[in-house]
Structure formats: C-alpha cells, structure tokens
C-alpha cells in the first residue's frame, strides 16, 4: 500500500502506452486496487512521437485529471529519448519528478551518438539523469553502466525485467543489478494492461529480492 509508480505510460493517446481515455480509466481502476497512491505519468518524448513537448503534455495532462478523477495523485514527468532532439528539448523546458530528476532512456540496441556528452548536458542543465531500464540495453556493457554511475547517472529498474518480460538475459542481469544494489528507482513502465497482468501474475520473487524493492519504493516516494 502507498506505492509511487515513477514510469508509467497511461496519458491516453499520446505515445504508444494506453490509447484512449477508456482503457486509462480501467487501468486506473487497476492501480488503485493495487494500492498506487502516486503516479508519474511519464510519456515518450523522442523523434517518433513528433507532438510530444513539455507545452503540449501539459495540456494533455490537465484534460487527463479531469476526465480520469481519482484518489491517485498524478504527476506528469516524462521519458525522454536521448535522441538528436533531445538537446532541443533540454534547452527549452523539459518534465522532470521534481525539477531535479530526468528520466532518459536510449535505443535497446545502440548507443546513443554522444551519450558522455549528453549526459554532462543535463548535469550542466541543473538535472540528474535518471536511466530507465538499463538492464534492457543489450549493448551497454557492465563497465559502462559502472561509469554512468560513477558519474551520478540514477538507475531506475523496470519491475516485470524481473518477471522475465524481455527474456532472460534481461531478467538475470535485472537481479544482480538489484541485488548489488545499483538500482535507486523501481517502476512499472506500464504499457498495456492485459500484458502487465499477464506477466506480474507469474513473477516469483526471493526474499532479499522484495526487501531491495522495499528499498526503491522508499526513494519513490522521496520523489
Ligand atoms: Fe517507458
């Protein structure tokens, strides 16, 4: 009970998460059932979604609290795609947790041109980067994920990496990740209902898995 979630794609319509206002109501209701006492609502903002800024989620959002009321308190942020837009965003205004926090994500398979450098650009820019998922960029090494760090890049884990959603692999490195306590975020990256239900109603969990958890859910709730 009193769970923040700090990823989650459930603004209706506007990337490739949760499409109408419909299916963010049930899942709204799913949340709440749950125990969700807070939500960061946190669409894709990358070249593939082209209407996605600050400016335009704003006002999505604000149609989104009155059309879907609840008794989870909502907050838009967004995940930010370190993309060749992404600078253009940074220097216009961008949709952190809490005006110091950014979630960035980058391409499953490659890295991004320049990742060092972007990075500093949003230290420079007053912003700790948050890194979403690492444990699904298949071509970042343990090394460089070490330097990220290093370098006071947050690491936020996707809960159903532990269910085995994207495979094993991911699952395993999600673990150790977890377990050497590398992660400082936990969320839920919810997408599309049926599959989440699907997937979290198989996950098994060890006992030092769910206290390192406990742990995350705690700095959510800093947030
Ligand atoms: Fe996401």
């Known amino acids: 009970m009193g769970m923040t979630d700090v990823h989650a794609h459930?603004?209706?319509?506007?990337?490739?998460?949760?499409?109408?206002?419909?299916?963010?109501k049930?899942?709204?209701?799913?949340?709440?059932?749950?125990?969700?006492?807070?939500?960061?609502?946190?669409?894709?903002?990358?070249?593939?979604?082209?209407n996605n800024n600050a400016e335009f989620l704003k006002q999505r959002f604000e149609e989104f609290k009155k059309s879907c009321p609840?008794?989870?308190?909502?907050?838009?942020?967004?995940?930010?795609?370190?993309?060749?837009?992404?600078?253009?965003?940074?220097?216009?205004?961008?949709?952190?947790?809490?005006?110091?926090?950014?979630?960035?994500?980058?391409s499953y398979f490659s890295a991004p041109i320049e990742l060092d450098t972007l990075i500093y650009d949003i230290m420079a820019t007053g912003y700790?980067?948050?890194?979403?998922?690492?444990?699904?960029y298949l071509y970042m090494s343990d090394a460089k994920l070490m330097q990220l760090l290093s370098r006071g890049v947050k690491l936020q884990l996707n809960f159903l990496s532990l269910a085995g959603l994207y495979g094993k692999h991911v699952s395993a490195r999600a673990?150790?990740?977890?377990?050497?306590?590398?992660?400082?975020?936990?969320?839920?990256?919810?997408?599309?209902?049926?599959?989440?239900?699907?997937?979290?109603?198989?996950?098994?969990?060890?006992?030092?898995?769910?206290?390192a958890i406990r742990i995350l859910l705690e700095?959510?709730?800093k947030l």
Do not use: W
């Open 10 to 24: 459930l603004l209706p319509g506007v990337d490739d998460g949760v499409s109408s206002v419909e299916e963010a």
């Open 26 to 50: 049930k899942a709204i209701k799913y949340f709440e059932d749950m125990g969700v006492e807070r939500m960061f609502l946190t669409p894709h903002i990358m070249t593939d979604c082209p």
């Open 70 to 106: 609840s008794k989870i308190e909502f907050r838009l942020a967004a995940e930010y795609m370190l993309d060749e837009k992404f600078i253009g965003h940074l220097n216009k205004e961008v949709l952190s947790f809490d005006n110091k926090h950014l979630l960035v994500e980058t």
């Open 128 to 136: 700790q980067p948050v890194l979403a998922h690492p444990e699904r």
């Open 175 to 211: 673990k150790s990740l977890l377990l050497s306590g590398k992660y400082t975020f936990v969320g839920s990256d919810f997408h599309h209902q049926e599959r989440y239900e699907r997937v979290l109603s198989r996950i098994i969990l060890k006992k030092e898995e769910i206290e």
């Open 219 to 221: 700095n959510n709730r």
